[in-house]
């Protein structure tokens, strides 16, 4: 299981151009790795990459595959008594 650091990301921040240049990808080819990855994004509008973050991606790009655990609630089935 990856580790990957909860520390406060750092920066600087880059756009999705930027990123994809920082990263020496096509542009078109780091928007589909964006879709296919759980890279996170930054910034009021959530359209900027954090430098740290882009290199965590490539250091250990299979830890971004991985979903969040989240506990989800238990379905009870609820039971009805025949009159």
Do not use: W
């Not at 990808?25 to 790795?33: A, E, G, H, M, Q």
């Not at 900027?48 to 250990?60: G, K, T, V």
Request: glycine content about 2%; hydrophobic content about 35%; aromatic content about 14%.
């Amino acid at each position: 299981m990856c580790q990957m650091d909860k520390s406060a990301p750092v920066g600087p921040y880059h756009t999705t151009q930027s990123a994809a240049s920082y990263l020496d990808y096509n542009y078109d080819y780091f928007r589909t790795i964006v879709k296919k990855y759980r890279i996170p994004r930054r910034g009021p509008f959530n359209n900027r990459f954090a430098q740290s973050d882009l290199d965590a991606f490539m250091a250990d790009p299979q830890c971004f595959l991985e979903k969040p655990k989240v506990d989800l609630p238990v379905k009870r089935k609820i039971q009805t008594i025949p009159l």
